[in-house]
């Protein structure tokens, strides 16, 4: 049962969209999933509480904070295929806790120059922890927002801040529909007709993210079994 925490220092970075689209097309694939809300804006409770519910297979736990985190963790993973932790947008120790208890970090970032830094200072986060429990601590970029458009202009002039930093091979893009639903709750299946745009190209784009995230925590499982 792989734990995977989404970890950044910045808020806005689209830390929250990857934890539920991510979430939402494991569960539509037939697992239970568990989501620990360590934010305490509880941006998950109010997805969860739209008038479309999440996808079943999905329980979300909140107001994990750094005293619960631990056991919280050890707790619904013994319960779930997966856990998926959205911890608070700043560097705290409810973050350092839930980066020791992973098997992978995503780290969000949009393609800007200050996303660069903050990337920077969440991996060295993941460094801080690994020191603690004395192990590796896989983690992978997942760029967000991102628009063909503007790639041939702004973010490529800043892409070279981030050539030294692993990252997932999927991008999360600029879509319609991973707005909407947070508007109406739910996952990209169940949106209303006529809600989100290209709906199947951004269903697509998740479900390709998801097996990038699969494939990466089996090639971490392969280097810790060398």
Known sequence: MPVIAFVTPKGGAGKTTATVLIASELAERGQKVAILDADPNQPLAAWATKDIAPPTGISIVSDVTEDSMIDTVEQAAEQNDWVL????????????????????????????????????????????????????????????????????????????????????????????AFQAIFAYGGSIKSLPKGVGGNVRNAQENVEAVVDAVIAALKASARRAAA
């Open 85 to 176: 932790i959205d911890v608070e947008g700043s560097a705290n120790l409810a973050s350092t806790y839930a980066i020791s208890q992973s098997d992978l970090i995503i780290i969000p970032a949009q393609k800007t120059q200050l996303d660069a830094k903050e990337a920077v200072r969440a991996i060295k986060m993941v460094r801080d922890a690994q020191k603690v429990v004395k192990t590796e601590i896989p983690f992978r970029l997942l760029f967000m927002r991102t628009n063909a458009r503007v790639m041939a202009g702004v973010q490529k002039a800043v892409q070279s801040a981030f050539e030294e930093i692993p990252a997932l091979p999927v991008e999360i893009a600029e879509r319609s």
